[in-house]
């Protein structure tokens, strides 16, 4: 039997001409399938979320507009996405798919979730691309049912997880490591339980020098029961939204470095694909594909 994977090819949805492609996950699907990395009768498709798990991290209000279609003109601004029921479905089921993909992890070590990664979100609204962070909501549920109490949020986008640090500021339980570029998106940083800041055009050595450095102390003093990553491809040297220069082989090390950091503790990891915006979709796709690769080769 093969391994289960978590996607929809509901993610893929029309918001007109975009910077983010709807289409990438669903191409990053088809991929690892076409490659015989994933088979698809081993493809999990996530349902909806209840109102009561979004309400574990999200406000009512907020649950809401996304779920029932009232968000406004300022909402739809900031989260740089025009509402519609295929948006807000496909939003809501990514965040089942993170879960699913954290129970699996609980149970076999590994959950691969081709999609989620929606760590701008807020409690209250959503920004850059995110509405519902499932990160949150999983890491939330799993602490509520009594499956886990420490889990640990390894951020490896490009972006700051903004979102996910604001939602978990009061919850020493919940360790959000965030290392991204020091400039640009998000203007405006919350805090971290630890955020690492690398400049524009750090390349592949320096940036695997601050990832050995920081998050083995961090996965050591936190011991989380669980990690979720935020595998964001945005950190590639020919991203349009980021300006960290990293090489294809830069990226697959950061990835093998954290799936080998949790599997020699024993830690679960489930895995989300998070941002990713290469001029050719192409390349984004190889990108979130061999992140899945350096996971199922991890824990092969
Ligand atoms: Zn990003």
């Known amino acids: 039997m093969g391994r289960r994977w978590f996607h929809s090819p509901k993610y893929t949805v029309d918001v007109g001409a975009h910077t983010f492609p709807t289409v990438k996950f669903q191409r990053t699907a088809e991929s690892l399938v076409a490659k015989g990395l994933l088979q698809e009768k081993d493809r999990v498709e996530p349902t909806l979320p209840s109102r009561d798990e979004l309400k574990l991290v999200h406000t009512d209000e907020w649950c809401t507009r ?26 809501a089921l990514a965040v089942s ?11 076999t070590g590994l959950g691969v979730h081709v999609g989620g990664g929606a760590h701008h979100a807020f409690a209250a609204y959503g920004e850059g691309f ?5 990160l949150a909501v999983a890491a939330a549920k799993l602490r509520a049912e009594g499956a886990v ?32 570029q020091e400039e640009g998106y998000p203007k405006i940083r919350e805090r971290s339980s630890l955020d690492v800041e690398l400049p524009a055009g750090t390349r592949d ?20 029961d669980l990690v979720l990553y935020q595998a964001g491809a945005d950190v590639h040297e020919r ?9 294809d082989k830069g990226v697959a090390a950061r990835d093998r470095f954290v799936f080998e950091a949790c599997l020699r503790r024993a830690i679960p990891i489930a895995l989300t694909l998070g941002g990713g915006y290469s001029p050719k979709i192409e390349d984004t796709i190889a990108l979130h594909a061999g992140t899945v690769k350096e996971a199922l080769s991890v824990f092969r």
């Open 149 to 180: 109490k420490r889990v640990l949020i390894c951020d490896l986008d490009v972006h700051q997880g903004n979102g996910t640090a604001s939602i978990f500021k009061k919850n020493l339980d919940v360790f959000t490591f965030s290392m991204h």
């Open 66 to 91: 996304v779920l029932d279609g009232t968000m406004t003109l300022d909402d739809e601004l900031r989260a740089e996405l025009p509402w519609s029921r295929a948006l807000s479905d496909a939003h």
């Open 205 to 224: 050595r320096e940036y695997q020098d601050a990832l050995t450095d920081r998050l083995p102390g961090a996965l050591d003093a936190h011991r989380p």
């Open 130 to 134: 995110c509405l519902l962070n499932d």
């Open 239 to 247: 991203d349009l939204l980021g300006g960290l220069k990293l090489t």
């Open 97 to 107: 798919g993170t879960l699913l993909a954290a129970r699996e992890a609980l149970a």
